[in-house]
């Protein structure tokens, strides 16, 4: 079976695509906007699902962070996308996908010099069923209290994913 070579979508600074590059090349000390997505996880109780980078990751490694983030491929639904990666990432299927921030963007430098730099939309989803996630993907993972977590990272922010940081105040506005 050949491999296939994950492309992530390039974006115009006012949101339009305008091609596409291999994701192995995209993020470096000078990556170039692209879309992204984050969805974050409740179960029936109402809690959040939080993952630990795993420790191999390029960037924000063993960092905590929301439950999953991907890039949808060339011509792939989001909504696609954010359930195809649930899957790979966390061996988990979602229900109920809601798009929470449709035109969250963010800038990020990690410590290795590494910069994301994405037009992130933000979906919420139920767990339907068990989580077995992918070790080379993730290191740990819990169900959180919202409010518990949304303090824990406005009192931490730098223990955190810079994404979450930024996406929790926004999620839980109006709450």
């Known amino acids: 079976m050949a491999h296939t070579i994950e492309q992530v979508i390039l974006l115009s600074d006012a949101g339009e695509p305008i091609g596409t590059a291999d994701k192995s090349t995209v993020h470096t000390d000078d990556t170039p906007l692209h879309l992204a997505f984050s969805c974050h996880v409740f179960d ?35 909504e696609d996308a954010v359930r195809r990666r649930a899957a790979k990432e966390l061996g988990l299927e ?55 977590l949304t303090l824990a990272v406005s009192l931490t922010p730098w223990a955190f994913s810079p994404w979450l940081a930024l996406q929790l105040p926004q999620l839980h506005a109006g709450a």
């Not at 109402?46 to 929301?66: E, F, I, M, Q, Y």
């Not at 069923?129 to 959180?144: K, L, N, Q």
């Open 44 to 78: 029936d109780g109402g809690r959040v699902l939080v993952t630990r980078r795993a420790l191999t990751k390029a960037t924000w490694p063993g960092v905590w962070t929301n439950s999953f983030c991907g890039h949808p491929a060339p011509g792939e639904a989001l």
């Open 94 to 148: 979602v229900t109920g996908l809601q798009l929470a921030l449709p035109d969250f963007r963010y800038l990020a430098i990690d410590a290795s010099g590494i910069v994301e730099n994405e037009i992130c939309p933000v979906y919420t989803a139920r767990a339907a069923g068990g989580i077995d996630p992918d070790p080379s993907e993730v290191a740990e993972w819990r169900w959180a209290d919202t409010a518990e």
